[in-house]
Nanobody
Framework: QVQLVESGGGSVQAGGSLRLSCAASGSIFSINAMGWYRQAPGKQRELVAS???????DYADSVKGRFTISRDSAKNTVYLQMNSLKPQDTAVYYC????????????????WGQGTQVTVSS
């Protein structure tokens, strides 16, 4: 079993910053991609940012230049630095990881955190 523990969510005024953290633990051989998704009321869950183990990143157009994803692979941890927050960023943010459980399987298992609320007021 793999657990993703998120922290750093909260409420902030527009223009403010938050830093989300997500640490994976449990039966892990390695983790490939880690990332953050978000879901606002009435909207589909969308990718915010992702990072592979080599540091190659991908961002939603709406957050480019404002958000930065980073990895500490040794700690199985991913971060999301969110600057210049906008009310449109208000959503539940979910940590995601593609986990390789053991050496003899060449497949990834997707795991999700429970979500953390980010609220940005105008």
């Amino acid at each position: 079993q793999v657990q993703l523990v998120e922290s750093g969510g909260g409420s902030v005024q527009a223009g403010g910053s938050l830093r989300l953290s997500c640490a994976a633990s449990g039966s892990i051989f390695s983790i490939n991609a880690m990332g953050w998704y978000r879901q606002a009321p009435g909207k589909q869950r969308e990718l915010v940012a992702s990072s592979n183990r080599r540091g190659v990143t991908d961002y939603a157009d709406s957050v480019k230049g404002r958000f930065t994803i980073s990895r500490d692979s040794a700690k199985n941890t991913v971060y999301l630095q969110m600057n210049s927050l906008k009310p449109q960023d208000t959503a539940v943010y979910y940590c995601h990881a593609e986990v390789v459980i053991n050496i003899w399987e060449n497949r990834e298992y997707p795991y999700w955190g429970q979500g953390t609320q980010v609220t940005v007021s105008s």
